[in-house]
T-cell receptor
Framework: AQSVSQHNHHVILSEAASLELGCNYS??????LFWYVQYPGQHLQLLLKYFSGDPLVKGIKGFEAEFIKSKFSFNLRKPSVQWSDTAEYFC????????????FGTGTSLTVIP | NAGVMQNPRHLVRRRGQEARLRCSPM?????VYWYRQLPEEGLKFMVY????????ESGMPKERFSAEFPKEGPSILRIQQVVRGDSAAYFC?????????????FGPGTRLTVT
């Protein structure tokens, strides 16, 4: 079945640790890839997106993600996390020419310990 | 510039009652998407609407659920005769036009609890 998979459901890190959250998708053909963040009590916000071009995408707040087509992956990274990065992170895909609705992963809850 | 507004933020209904969830898109946006997030699951697409038109309702349950986006006023997601399994967070998103290049902006969600 077509899906978006986030393998890490809960991640706990100390401040200054490096972060990598996995995201894999199973849709064939061209896809658009996104990472959204939901801080406690707030709405979803776009961190970064990939449509085409350089597979290494830089987003807000020091986050980046790398699209590896051969692995159907779009992992999110940050070299040094802060307590304020505590949030829920969602990977999502849209399929061109299908109405632009998002297909989301189940999310990864990140807790950063000061 | 006000973002996507949803109300109410929290809604409690007894089994069998009706739930109405409202979404006001960002100013100038005419495309609205509804998503549902069940406990321990990711957001699932429900329906995509433009003004006065349902474009794609492939994610909507076949019964009890309906959505509209009238010419004037907010988009409404209506759930009739709610059951406990309808308890979830319902998010809407809006964009100015269709297409991957046009970012979707999400609202804060409505958390529906069915008792």
């Amino acid at each position: 079945a077509q899906s978006v998979s986030q393998h890490n459901h809960h991640v706990i890190l100390s401040e200054a640790a490096s972060l990598e959250l996995g995201c894999n998708y199973s849709y064939g053909g061209t896809v658009n890839l996104f990472w959204y963040v939901q801080y406690p009590g707030q709405h979803l916000q776009l961190l970064l997106k990939y449509f085409s071009g350089d597979p290494l995408v830089k987003g807000i707040k020091g986050f980046e993600a790398e699209f590896i087509k051969s692995k159907f992956s779009f992992n999110l990274r940050k070299p040094s996390v802060q307590w304020s990065d505590t949030a829920e992170y969602f990977c999502a895909v849209t399929l061109p020419n299908t109405g632009n609705q998002f297909y989301f992963g189940t999310g990864t809850s990140l807790t950063v310990i000061p | 510039n006000a973002g996507v507004m949803q109300n109410p933020r929290h809604l409690v209904r007894r089994r069998g009652q009706e739930a109405r969830l409202r979404c006001s898109p960002m100013k100038g946006h005419s495309h609205v998407y509804w998503y549902r997030q069940l406990p321990e699951e990711g957001l699932k697409f429900m329906v995509y609407l433009q003004k006065e038109n349902i474009i794609d309702e492939s994610g909507m349950p076949k019964e009890r659920f309906s959505a509209e986006f009238p010419k004037e006023g907010p988009s409404i997601l209506r759930i009739q005769q709610v059951v406990r399994g309808d308890s979830a967070a319902y998010f809407c998103a809006s964009s100015s036009q269709q297409g991957a290049a046009y970012e979707q902006y999400f609202g804060p969600g409505t958390r529906l609890t069915v008792t």
